[in-house]
């Protein structure tokens, strides 16, 4: 590829172009696997031992799902967590991504700090920088990651595996991302939490930052019949991962876990706001009955919090949302759409 159509993440010491230099200034560092071969070359070898290798690609556009004003490091936190996100829910662990850079410009105050929470975020998830591509773009920024993961073989946690009696766990908070975003734009959650400074930074954290559920791979390896994470909705997530597998669910919507800033919030925004409203980022599993206390001993352990909000049914219609009295809730909007 040319440097006037755009440059793969591949350092060349002895011809450096602007976009080389680019590469090995903020980049080259996160190649720590021995695959990425330094960013020397077009291409990256991602060994393998008998495992299944997942692979997931995610992509944030800047007006879309962060905003330009948002800070550069918690831009690349979102990049690669929200791509995290879905190996975890697989059961995968991480072995490495792909990174591709759409930029207006290279100002090293943008690049810099957005290089360096990647940095730590590979670190952190043990998830080193295998290669990518840069260009460049006239309009809005966007970043996309491919990441790779490991599962043992014929293991994966697809979304296909749930069956009637099963228990449906949710990890985390629903909500306060979908509450973040309203907060940023000044919607209703800004007013009604207008004299609570921490709820307010608390959701928008929440928002910028996702904290994807890796430390619970393991857990939902082993006892999950079917998962997903939730980044379109809770609720619309929950109708695709019933679709697949060809069954139906009845949830209650007053077992779905709020954080105390969300819970402040919900008689002003309402319950569907929170559960359609996407960017939550955490998992969505459907657990065989005989398995619930294991999977919630082992959350425990890795320090996740999971909470049963229902059960699988059969049937094929969508699932069906009760409250505390059994009463059936309509939700008019199930989960974000981009078009």
Not at 110 to 138: I, N, Y
Not at 214 to 236: K, T, W
Not at 270 to 280: F, I, N, T
Request: glycine share 10%.
């Amino acid at each position: 590829m040319t440097a006037e159509n755009g440059a793969r993440l591949v350092a060349d010491p002895h011809n450096p172009s602007g976009e080389d230099s680019l590469i090995a200034r903020y980049f080259k560092p996160l190649a720590t696997d021995p695959g990425a071969l330094g960013l020397v070359d077009d291409a990256a070898v991602l060994a393998s031992s008998g495992e299944d290798i997942v692979v997931t690609t995610d992509a944030v556009v800047e007006g879309v799902h962060y905003l330009a004003t948002d800070p550069p490091d918690t831009i690349a936190r979102k990049a690669l967590r929200v791509n995290l996100s879905d190996l975890a829910a697989k059961g995968a662990t991480p072995a490495g991504f792909v990174l591709t850079l759409a930029l207006r410009s290279k100002e090293d105050s943008w690049l810099r700090p957005f290089a360096d929470a990647l940095g730590e975020d590979v670190r952190t998830f043990a998830c080193p920088l295998l290669g990518g591509d840069t260009v460049s773009t006239p309009g809005p920024q966007m970043i996309s990651i491919t990441a790779f993961g490991r599962v043992p073989k014929g293991r994966m946690v697809g979304r296909t595996g749930a069956r009637p009696g099963d228990l449906v766990f949710v990890t985390g908070t629903i909500g306060d991302a979908a509450l973040g975003l309203d907060v940023l734009t000044g919607g209703v959650t800004a007013d009604v939490l207008k004299g609570d400074r921490i709820a307010q930074d608390y959701l928008l954290d929440r928002y910028r930052v996702p904290r994807p559920r890796n430390a619970l791979a393991a857990a939902v390896l082993a006892h999950a019949s079917a998962a997903m994470d939730v980044s379109d909705g809770l609720a619309g997530d929950l109708a695709k991962l019933c679709a697949a597998s060809g069954v139906s669910a009845s949830v209650e919507v007053h077992r779905v876990p709020l954080s105390q800033a969300a819970a402040a919030a919900v008689s002003a925004v309402g319950l569907e706001k929170l559960v359609s409203g996407g960017d939550d980022y955490e998992i969505l599993c459907a657990v065989p009955e005989a398995h619930c206390d294991d999977f919630a001993r082992g959350a425990d352990q890795a320090g996740v919090p999971v909470t049963a909000i229902g059960t699988v049914v059969a049937g094929l219609q969508a699932p069906r949302w009760t409250d505390a009295q059994g009463r059936e809730v309509v939700l008019n909007r199930l989960s974000y759409s981009h078009f």
